[in-house]
């Protein structure tokens, strides 16, 4: 009866977050409704307290360390764009028409991706959009661009995307034959949807539109190093995480407090503490309910799986397709509407390296998977997340318009890496 009811408020509540601009109320207050009141109702049918509360814990541990990544990654932005930084960029790159900005855009978020994650390439790219494109609607086709990329490029990097960190942590895969193996499905599921989305942009002429103004103001020198203090700071990211096994939003905040005490000090001598140049400025000027709606989302999802209703899914999926390619295939797409997280977790639990070896081309297809299947939806995965909070898209406008391409590339990528293994 309590996981019916738990069922129930999800998926109305999911309702209100895909109608989020006809009901005029912000997806944040639908997203956090469901994450507290799927709690509570576990909470009714637990008799063991202490065992609840050490779930609860253990799945709040784990958002927070994402929430705090999550936190460094956007102020790192912040600051980068308080002090001008990517004006030392955009200035050299809007002298381009929109139709070359399309494809490199494209291209550096598909490789920044792979070399940062997913998550912190898509706040860095759908920033800089912003800063390059006046038309929102035409940035939210941009940004659709970017999240389709993202989670392309974090395929296959053993550090690109959380899914493939986790495979790669537990054993599953290793890095050379992950690589080896879906870098060029990534490529399809990446280059398909865009060609298209190129054609539909060109034909309706939005691509003719032209780039913001470039400011006749040269960027002071400030500018360029905090530029590349603040893309340093993301890089080094997984760097610490290797060396130091540490979670990735230990990174994060080391290189948020060392451009924080760097800016600090060119905030002293400019004698203007209180302005733009402050990470305390950054922090005021995040968007706070993007963060907000990010919670919400992980604890309902935390709340599916604590109820077992995720590990259920995967065992009724498991049962009842008998072939490993379709049932893949379906959990990706089921990715994009229950966080690939706890999905992957669940095929970890179900099958030991005894039933599947190490890259075995079942974990490598889990790997695209989920990885790319989250582009389906604009919440079915963190770089969509952050985009839908940055630009405020809705959810209606990236089903109609970006779904189905997302689609096109994820289906093609999977056929092409079915050949493969």
Not at 37 to 54: E, K, P, R, S
Not at 207 to 218: A, G
Not at 377 to 403: D, P, Q, T
Request: proline letters at 4%; glycine letters at 8%.
């Amino acid at each position: 009866m309590i996981h019916a009811l738990i069922l129930v408020v999800f998926i109305l509540t999911y309702l209100g977050i895909v109608f989020e601009h006809p009901l005029k109320i912000n997806k944040a207050a639908f997203a956090l409704f469901s994450g507290v009141v799927l709690w509570l109702l576990l909470g009714v049918q637990i008799i063991d307290t202490h065992d609840f509360n050490h779930h609860l814990e253990e799945s709040f541990s784990e958002i927070a360390g994402i929430l705090f990544f999550l936190l460094g990654a956007m102020t790192t932005v912040e600051i980068i764009d308080g002090h001008k930084g990517f004006d030392v960029i955009t200035n050299k790159i809007n002298k381009l028409g929109l139709r070359q900005l399309f494809w490199i855009i494209g291209i550096l978020a598909f490789l920044l991706s792979a070399i940062l994650d997913n998550l912190t390439t898509t706040i860095l790219m759908v920033s800089l959009v912003k800063k390059i494109i006046e038309n929102p609607k035409l940035r939210w086709y941009f940004a659709g661009l970017i999240v389709i990329s993202s989670n392309a490029g974090g395929a296959f990097s053993p550090i690109g995307d959380v899914t493939t960190t986790m495979l790669w942590i537990g054993g599953q895969i290793t890095t050379v034959p992950l690589i080896t193996n879906l870098i060029l499905p990534s490529i399809v599921c990446f280059i398909v949807p865009s060609i298209v989305l190129y054609f539909i942009l060109a034909k309706t002429r939005l691509l003719d539109e032209k780039p913001l103004p470039v400011t006749d103001e040269k960027p002071e020198k400030s500018a360029t190093v905090i530029l590349f203090l603040g893309i340093l700071s993301l890089i080094s990211v997984p760097i610490v995480k290797s060396i130091f096994h540490v979670p990735p939003f230990m990174g994060m905040l080391l290189g948020l407090s060392v451009l924080w005490i760097i800016t600090e000090i060119i905030a002293r001598r400019r004698n203007d503490i209180e302005t733009t140049f402050t990470v305390s400025h950054a922090l005021r000027n995040i968007d706070t309910p993007s963060i907000l709606f990010f919670l919400g989302i992980l604890l309902s999802v935390g709340a599916l799986q604590t109820a077992g209703i995720l590990t259920e899914l995967s065992h009724f999926l498991s049962e009842h397709i008998s072939s490993n390619s379709v049932l893949l295939l379906v959990t990706g797409a089921f990715s994009a509407i229950i966080d690939n997280v706890p999905l992957v977790a669940a095929f970890q639990g179900m099958y030991s390296l005894n039933d599947l070896p190490v890259d075995s081309p079942f974990w490598h297809l889990l790997c695209y998977a989920t990885g790319t299947g989250g582009s389906l939806l604009i919440i079915g995965s963190a770089a969509g997340v952050v985009a839908m909070g940055i630009e405020n898209i809705s959810f209606g406008w990236y089903f109609k318009r970006i779904a189905i391409l997302a689609a096109l590339g994820f289906i093609s990528g999977y056929l092409v890496l079915l050949t493969i293994v």
